[in-house]
């Protein structure tokens, strides 16, 4: 691989670090910049040719990587300053993300079949954001709390939910973010790195250890999720196209109830954040112009990816 090659492989790598913002997909980023093959099939060739694959995917990784971490500082810190506003925009992104899905399925139409597996996959996804709200509000249920006491069991959660977030990345139109933010997993996971939480592994050296072990097996339940799923989703749309996509279109619109409905729209004290004094009518109506930014921005980057194709 040429120098010239190495770094336009970095560039692009960098763009997949919008994946990071819920809504976005890094599948279809990775589809509109050209490097969606590249890395499917790197990782699916880890097992037959390891550096070869290696060295095609460190240039992608790394730059992806770096770019994450820039994206999830802005997300962070703008969602504690504003959070309805940046939630309406991560909403409008993911509601922008479900014609590309429904493009999978038009030849089908819909049928009862398909419409019971939407409401399924609705069902589930709306129900985690809503449950975690719940045992926020009555069962005092804090998974900020949980994070820095780091109970073993949490440890199983990060793995699967790294698992879970890998394989939405490789369907283009789902956001692994955004899997993470329904899961009430979004927060706690950048509170771990923040300059200004107290209990972060920044201000509070004792939690230096716990910290690195759950980020290690958050990356671990990740790269197992993208070797498994890079072969695992290939099989499911390849044999079970329709009834794949019929439960991801579900899942991604019930997605969008969890955005406003989860742990992470509720303050410390057990208050909603929509109460709150700071919240007044005109934000409501800057948040439904963002709201219909990002549904307009994520439909061009998806007639993006529909050019591609």
């Not at 060739?45 to 500082?73: D, E, H, M, Y």
């Amino acid at each position: 691989m040429s120098v010239k090659d190495w770094f336009l492989d970095f560039a692009r790598g960098s763009a997949l670090g919008l994946g990071m913002v819920p809504g976005v997909s890094a599948g279809t980023v990775g589809i509109v910049v050209n490097v969606y093959d590249k890395l499917i099939n790197g990782i699916s060739n880890l097992r037959k040719a390891f550096f070869k694959s290696v060295l095609t995917l460190l240039p992608i990784g790394i730059g992806a990587v770096l770019a994450s971490l820039i994206v999830l500082f802005a997300v962070h810190k703008t969602f504690n300053y504003a959070p309805v506003l940046i939630i309406s925009l991560f909403a409008g992104l993911t509601i922008g993300s479900i014609p590309l899905l429904y493009d999978n399925i038009r030849e089908d139409g819909f049928n009862i079949k398909s419409v019971g597996l939407m409401i399924i996959g609705f069902v589930i996804a709306a129900g985690i954001g809503v449950l975690s709200a719940i045992s926020k509000l009555y069962w005092s249920f804090d998974l900020n709390s949980v994070f820095i006491t780091a109970p073993w069991w949490l440890y199983f959660v990060l793995f699967v939910a790294g698992f879970i977030t890998a394989i939405a990345c490789i369907v283009p139109g789902i956001s692994g973010s955004m899997i993470l933010f329904i899961l009430g997993l979004y927060n706690p996971i950048l509170n771990m790195f923040s300059l200004s939480d107290p209990n972060s592994a920044f201000n509070n050296h004792d939690r230096i250890l716990p910290v690195i072990g759950l980020t290690l097996i958050l990356a671990l339940g990740v790269i197992v999720g993208l070797v498994a799923a890079s072969t695992l989703m290939k099989a499911l749309i390849a044999k079970h196209k329709v009834i794949t996509f019929d439960v991801v279109i579900g899942f991604v619109s019930g997605s969008v109830v969890s955005m406003f409905a989860n742990q992470s729209m509720i303050t410390d004290e057990g208050k909603w954040v929509y109460s709150l004094d700071i919240t007044k009518p005109w934000m409501y109506a800057i948040a439904a112009a963002l709201l219909v930014a990002g549904f307009f921005a994520c439909l061009l980057l998806t007639k993006k990816t529909k050019s591609k194709n």
